[in-house]
């Protein structure tokens, strides 16, 4: 046999071809069998993009009004004239006086004298109060007793038992029929009894009203010449009766005075006369108060005779000038 001598380099690359061609021989032959899956591209995700927070504006506190200080004024110290009397003249405390006019703790006086005297600081009035309803009102003011339906119990029955119409049972107990049950109870309003035969029945006097309660003016208010007019306001007790009325008092305590006025209102406010200013220049301490009245008949005059119908309000002070403060002279 011939020998056959081949190179390294050859032998090398010959059985490169020979790897070459095996590849694209199995090659075919998977593709023919569909053994080769492509791969499948994966999705990338997308970030979902947050949303920033809308700012928002930041109001500024309201500002709340600030009441102003009056600043004091001049009094000249008479004969008869003490600490503790010119305090209560005006409305304000001894001490107050002691401390803005530098006085010893016993408070020495002298005729001719000039005292600064405080305004009295006026205080915040209370909330007003909510005023009932005309009809609730009525309601709560009628004289009732409370009942339980008992076996054979109709409301006839039980509105002759109580001398009561029985449409004032239903109106009061909101029934729309004439149904009751065994159990029920029912709101019996005795200040709609009818009226039994024989001398006329005494009328029933409705009960008290609460005390009313004072808004304007604060307490302690100063007013001076540059006012007019002096408004005085409280709260509703409720609707009044056509014989009813509130009684307004107001009263001059500065010493030596011991004016006063007593009218007669419906409305639930009072303008004080002009004709009561005082005519000086000095600080007038007013009292004055509120109460429901009622109309009990006339007087041999004629005149209307009042009766307190409810509770009296609190009383309250306002000081009033009348004329103007005369100037400290300079030395």
């Given at each position: 046999m011939p020998e056959v001598t081949l190179s390294l380099p050859i032998a090398l690359g010959m059985l490169v071809l020979f790897l070459a061609v095996g590849a694209v021989v199995v090659y075919v032959g998977l593709n023919a069998t569909k053994r080769i899956v492509n791969p499948t591209p994966v999705p990338t995700e997308t970030e979902t993009p947050t949303d920033s927070p809308t700012p928002t504006d930041t109001s500024l506190p309201t500002a709340q009004p600030t009441s102003t200080v009056q600043p004091p004024f001049t009094y000249t110290v008479a004969g008869s004239d003490t600490c503790s009397g010119i305090?209560?003249?005006?409305?304000?405390?001894?001490?107050?006086?002691?401390?803005?006019?530098?006085?010893?703790?016993?408070?020495?006086?002298?005729?001719?004298?000039?005292?600064?005297?405080?305004?009295?600081?006026?205080?915040?009035?209370?909330?007003?109060?909510?005023?009932?309803?005309?009809?609730?009102?009525?309601?709560?003011?009628?004289?009732h007793v409370v009942v339980t339906v008992q076996q054979n119990d109709t409301l006839s029955s039980i509105a002759l038992n109580y001398a009561v119409p029985i449409q004032a049972i239903k109106d009061f107990n909101g029934l729309s029929t004439d149904n009751v049950f065994l159990g029920q109870s029912l709101t019996i309003p005795l200040c709609m009894r009818a009226a039994t035969p024989g001398p006329t029945p005494t009328p029933t006097i409705p009960p008290p009203y609460p005390a009313p309660n004072l808004l304007l003016p604060a307490d302690g208010q100063a007013f001076t010449l540059a006012d007019d007019v002096v408004t005085l306001q409280w709260a509703s007790i409720g609707t009044l009766r056509p014989n009813e009325e509130y009684q307004v008092t107001?009263?001059?305590?500065?010493?030596?005075?011991?004016r006063r006025i007593v009218d007669y209102v419906t409305d639930t406010k009072y303008i004080v006369p002009t004709s009561f200013r005082p005519n000086d220049n000095i600080a007038h301490v007013m009292r004055w108060w509120v109460v429901p009245v009622r109309n009990d008949g006339t007087d041999s005059s004629g005149q209307p005779i009042w009766d307190p119908a409810g509770?009296?309000?609190?009383?309250?002070?306002?000081?009033?000038?009348?004329?103007?403060?005369?100037?400290?002279?300079t030395p």
């Amino acid at each position: 046999m011939p020998e056959v001598t081949l190179s390294l380099p050859i032998a090398l690359g010959m059985l490169v071809l020979f790897l070459a061609v095996g590849a694209v021989v199995v090659y075919v032959g998977l593709n023919a069998t569909k053994r080769i899956v492509n791969p499948t591209p994966v999705p990338t995700e997308t970030e979902t993009p947050t949303d920033s927070p809308t700012p928002t504006d930041t109001s500024l506190p309201t500002a709340q009004p600030t009441s102003t200080v009056q600043p004091p004024f001049t009094y000249t110290v008479a004969g008869s004239d003490t600490c503790s009397g010119i305090a209560y003249q005006f409305g304000v405390s001894v001490n107050s006086i002691i401390i803005l006019n530098n006085l010893a703790a016993t408070c020495p006086l002298s005729v001719g004298q000039k005292l600064k005297i405080p305004y009295p600081t006026a205080t915040q009035p209370p909330l007003p109060t909510d005023t009932p309803q005309a009809a609730d009102a009525t309601k709560a003011a009628c004289d009732h007793v409370v009942v339980t339906v008992q076996q054979n119990d109709t409301l006839s029955s039980i509105a002759l038992n109580y001398a009561v119409p029985i449409q004032a049972i239903k109106d009061f107990n909101g029934l729309s029929t004439d149904n009751v049950f065994l159990g029920q109870s029912l709101t019996i309003p005795l200040c709609m009894r009818a009226a039994t035969p024989g001398p006329t029945p005494t009328p029933t006097i409705p009960p008290p009203y609460p005390a009313p309660n004072l808004l304007l003016p604060a307490d302690g208010q100063a007013f001076t010449l540059a006012d007019d007019v002096v408004t005085l306001q409280w709260a509703s007790i409720g609707t009044l009766r056509p014989n009813e009325e509130y009684q307004v008092t107001i009263e001059d305590v500065t010493v030596d005075e011991g004016r006063r006025i007593v009218d007669y209102v419906t409305d639930t406010k009072y303008i004080v006369p002009t004709s009561f200013r005082p005519n000086d220049n000095i600080a007038h301490v007013m009292r004055w108060w509120v109460v429901p009245v009622r109309n009990d008949g006339t007087d041999s005059s004629g005149q209307p005779i009042w009766d307190p119908a409810g509770a009296q309000s609190d009383q309250r002070v306002f000081t009033w000038v009348g004329a103007a403060i005369p100037a400290t002279p300079t030395p």
